[in-house]
């Protein structure tokens, strides 16, 4: 213990002893001293056990008479809290009882203020809190989002979910594996250990060690990353892996290749890989794209350096950006092309041509295309290389099974990439 005048104090109050003996019995400890003033304390999120009991998860040790007390607890537009009850022996958790149910799939709100410590430090201001009451998630409902599997040497490797549905889901519910050679399932965990909401458009991040990815990259929101999670391994070149719900029904799969990563990217240790559009196919190659390396190489809990919805202007199909640079810098790295048709049965074929008309690059030929979708072309050639800088037509032809025939020109232009 570092500071005994707070006892009651245990993360970031402990710490190994630094005697040459290895420890201190019967003497003043070796590290004794002042702890690091951690600042106010904070609820960091909540669960439920069932519809009408929900628990708070504060960042310490709290006062369990002040946190017991219903006065500083309130549910925005839900049902008013009929009792709290903290939990030994840490006394970080509040258990509130609900005088009515919650609705499932729905969420609400809970504001805390003036709960205070176990050493007396009270909060600083309201702490605001999503809840609800999980539903089983579905196909659809939650996709693998982003995928590190070749992390430095001193990290870790992670995956990331997000939430795409409009009900609240708990991670604790799903599963996570991956296929051997036989395409038999190994290595199951579960994707959290304890009951874990993810919200409507919130992003989960596993791994391993938490604290290794907080170090390693930029977490915005670290309040969404998993307790430790041993995750299956995931080899470097290409590996199958799966999301399951709590019966084992499969949610989304993924089986990445290195090869998926930015061509003209170097060196790929510590680049994630990104989905591009959350609702697209998980399996094309071209949904995925490496992370920027102005984002760190990865973003970890929120939105994906290359996440590009689908452009809902009006005709048929639409560029964007009409000038990209695909230099992993996070901006305008990616061209995409989206299509829409009020009709199915359209076989489609893009082909990239430079300005003397010479084909540079076919994204795909007579492809049997669904009402909407997209292609991407990332600014390299056949071969996979930079063709130059400049101005380029994008042609895009469709036909019908009735022999309908269109056709879609727009000039592009490409910039420079980095050396």
């Known amino acids: 213990m570092i500071d005994a005048s707070i006892a009651c104090i245990s ?13 201190t019995p019967g003497r003043p400890n070796s590290v004794s001293g002042k702890a690091e003033d951690r600042g106010p304390p904070h609820a960091l999120r909540t669960w439920v056990t069932d519809s009408t009991h929900v628990v708070v998860l504060f960042d310490r040790s709290m006062d369990s008479a002040s946190a017991a007390s219903p006065e500083h607890y309130r549910l925005m ?19 509130l009882t609900l005088a009515a149910p919650l609705q499932a799939g729905t969420f609400d709100h809970l504001a805390l203020d003036g709960i205070l410590d176990c050493s007396g430090e009270g909060m600083a201001g309201h702490d605001t809190l999503a809840t609800g009451l999980p539903v089983d998630a579905k196909p659809g409902s939650i996709v693998i989002n982003e995928i590190l ?5 001193d990290g870790v490797d992670y995956v990331e979910l997000l939430n795409i549905s409009d009900a609240v889901l708990d991670a604790a519910s799903l599963s996570f594996g991956k296929r051997d050679a036989q395409g038999r399932l190994t290595g199951i965990v579960a994707c959290s250990p304890m009951p874990f909401l993810i919200f409507p458009g919130e992003h989960f991040t596993m791994a391993s060690d938490p604290a290794v990815i907080r170090k390693s990259y ?17 080899p470097n070149d290409e590996a199958s892996i799966e999301l399951m719900d709590r019966q084992g029904g499969l949610l989304d799969e993924v089986h990445y290749r290195s090869s998926w990563h930015f061509p003209l990217l170097h060196d790929v240790e510590g680049v ?14 071209s949904n995925w794209h490496s992370a920027a390396i102005s984002a760190g190489g990865g973003t970890p809990t929120e939105r994906n350096s290359q996440r590009r919805d689908i452009d809902s202007a009006g005709g048929a199909w639409s560029a964007s950006p009409e000038i990209f640079s695909p230099d992993m810098d996070g901006h305008d790295d990616v061209l995409t092309l989206s299509y829409r048709y009020t009709r199915p049965g359209w076989a489609i074929s893009v082909t990239i041509y430079d300005r003397e008309g010479r084909s540079v ?3 795909c030929r007579n492809l049997l295309c ?14 996979g290389r930079h063709p130059g800088m400049g101005a380029y ?14 056709i879609w020109r727009k000039r592009i232009s490409l910039a420079g990439t980095r050396k």
Request: aromatic share 6%; net charge negative; charged share 25%.
């Open 77 to 95: 537009n839900g049902p008013d809290i009929r009792k709290i009850d903290m939990q030994p022996p840490l006394f970080d958790k509040a258990v």
């Open 149 to 153: 599997f070749d992390p430095k040497p």
């Open 11 to 23: 993360q970031g109050n402990w710490t190994s002893s630094i005697d040459p003996n290895g420890g």
């Open 361 to 363: 690059r076919s994204l």
């Open 218 to 234: 930029l977490v915005r929101h670290p309040e969404w990353q998993s307790p430790p999670v041993t995750l299956p391994t995931m």
């Open 393 to 406: 037509i994008v042609v895009a032809e469709g036909i019908d099974l009735t022999g309908r025939h269109t």
């Open 370 to 383: 669904g009402n909407s979708g997209s292609l991407r072309w990332d600014g390299t050639d056949e071969q």
């Open 272 to 285: 994630s890989l990104e989905r591009v559009d959350p609702h697209a196919p998980s399996q094309d190659a």
